[in-house]
């Protein structure tokens, strides 16, 4: 059996855990952090093996966007680069 491992949470960064009940045919990867309570759940999924792919997708991050967070973590700046051309508010 091949087992793939799930990545950590993508929004909080903690553990992952299937908590699927093939009895049921269902199949769900959830975050097991309780103060996040992130879960994939989707309609049609027919495997662990699919819900886990599914969980451990992720959205690249757009070329023209890159996201300094601050170290300390009381916030974070947006730099958009590239395109521009004046007309904007500032």
Known sequence: MNVMKLLPCAHCGSPAEEV??????????ACMNEDCGI???????????????IWNRRAEIAPEAAVV???TLTGCEIKLTGGGGGGGNT
């Not at 699927?20 to 990867?29: F, L, N």
């Not at 049609?44 to 093996?49: D, F, L, N, R, V």
């Open 20 to 29: 699927s009940d093939v009895r049921y045919g269902w199949y769900v990867v």
């Open 39 to 53: 879960t994939m759940s989707e309609v049609g999924i027919e495997s662990q093996a699919e819900a886990n792919a």
């Open 69 to 71: 967070f601050n170290k």
